[in-house]
């Protein structure tokens, strides 16, 4: 029983190594593709930049713009190519620690295929039966659980160390023919420890003091895995919100910036309002793609939360 209980433990804690190594695989993943995207975003403002400085030098050419308006638009552009350097960074950066992750080698390339966007659900569960599924189904406790049993058998046995010991053989020896020399026996024999230096005793109290630090810990293990499941719980809720406010607010920022350079173009507005509009802008899908990578990552956070099996398990 208690071989069988260890091989338990054994396989529920190699499951959930693999789910965990499972989503720190997603978790990299999208990281990854998170800061592709946003390397984009500081492209198509440095794209924006140099046409707003481009725009400006004509204007002020044209003596429809003060001279300075060059000085802010050129401030402007090298802002956003230093952001540019920093993307290209973290670009560098989030591949790397996907390929530790994966075992990839770090002399070859990796190329990453974009997620295609799907749109976000919000959870058909209750946070409360969140809870009570995520307890009975994650292998991490269920693992705790058998440990216990199995020390539970490892108390039996110090037990019976601790007692007296019986024994009861049977022995019978018959030759073919009548001889002298055919036997039977039946022995019982009863083991008493009078004195062992009360070394089953401690042993018996040894395992027990394990038994009741391997029950506390589970007791902390489950407060620990329902703060898990709610926080789990509440990001995806939260992100579910965040990401659908982020998408209105890129929508309302790209209308704004078109206006803000056509009115510019036709000569009725200024370069203020121009870079105003695309600060926003490059705000706004800053946000839209941080906010789509968060809940990305949540959902499967909240998979592992619950135990539930991982994507590619």
């Known amino acids: ?29 999208y990281d990854a593709l998170r800061a592709q995207e946003l390397l984009r975003v500081n492209q198509s ?30 401030a402007d552009l090298l802002n956003a190519r230093a952001s540019l350097l920093a993307s290209q960074i973290q670009v560098e950066t989030t591949v790397t620690a996907l390929k530790a992750i ?11 295929v974009q997620v295609r966007p799907e749109e976000a659900k919000p959870l058909e569960i209750s946070l409360a039966d969140a809870l009570s599924a ?25 037990k019976m160390d601790s007692m007296a010991e019986w024994t009861l053989g049977a022995n019978v020896r018959k030759s073919f ?4 020399f055919d036997t039977s026996q039946l022995v019982f024999n009863v083991s008493i420890p ?4 009360a070394r089953s005793k401690n042993v018996l109290r040894g395992a027990e ?5 391997s029950e506390a810990t589970l007791e902390q293990s489950e407060r620990d895995a329902s703060a898990e499941i709610e926080t789990a719980y509440r990001q995806y809720t939260q992100n579910l919100r965040r990401l659908e406010a982020s998408r209105l607010a890129l929508r309302a920022a790209e209308l704004n910036f078109q206006a803000a350079s056509e009115a510019r173009a036709a000569g009725a507005g200024n370069l203020i309002e121009v870079l105003t509009a695309q600060v926003t802008l490059v705000t706004a899908e800053s946000n839209f793609v941080a906010a789509y990578y968060d809940t990305l990552i949540s959902d499967v956070r909240f998979r592992l939360a619950v135990g539930q099996a991982m994507p590619g398990e």
């Open 209 to 213: 003091l394990n038994l009741q630090s």
């Open 194 to 197: 009078l004195f062992d230096g």
């Open 102 to 112: 994966l075992g990839f080698p770090n002399n070859q390339e990796l190329t990453l």
């Open 177 to 180: 023919g009548d001889s002298v």
């Open 1 to 29: 029983r208690q071989a069988g209980l260890s091989a338990d433990v054994a396989e529920l804690a190699a499951l959930q190594t693999l789910r965990q190594t499972l989503f720190e695989v997603h978790s990299r993943y």
């Open 134 to 158: 995520g307890l009975k189904a994650r292998p991490d406790l269920e693992s705790n659980r058998r440990r216990i049993e199995s020390q539970k058998a490892t108390v039996r046995l110090a």
């Open 45 to 74: 403002q440095v794209d924006r930049a140099s046409t707003i400085l481009e725009q400006t030098k004509e204007r002020v050419r044209l003596r429809d713009a003060a001279a300075k308006d060059i000085l802010q638009a050129e």
